[in-house]
């Protein structure tokens, strides 16, 4: 069935960027979507990008021209990179390999 694994959370101030990744168990290319989805306490995940195997790419509007979703597939690694953060951007950060979910990363955004 496979894993996958989330890093690169941490605390970043407003305005700066911090660089997420997602590692998985099988080979990236027999994936067929890849997404990132966030949460905070008391709400709903929410999707903040997803991308297919064919490189079709849809963004949440709150992130869009914000954050850029990417995949490597000699990696078997997906990247979210973040730039001009919010402090609403403040969430666990989760990676989605079809239906496999890893466990999280926090991104806190504060000075």
Known sequence: ????????????????????S??????IDTVYLMAW?????GKDRELVAEISSFG???????VQGRFTISRDNAKNTMYLQMNNVKSE??????????LIWGQGTQ???SS
């Open 1 to 20: 069935q496979g894993s996958v694994a989330e890093s690169g959370g941490g605390l970043v101030q407003p305005g700066g960027s911090l660089t997420l």
């Open 22 to 27: 997602c590692t998985t168990s099988k080979r």
């Open 37 to 41: 989805y966030r949460q905070v306490p």
């Open 56 to 62: 079709k790419i849809r963004y949440a509007d709150d």
């Open 89 to 98: 951007d403040t969430a666990v950060y989760y990676c989605k390999a079809n």
């Open 107 to 109: 991104v806190t955004v």
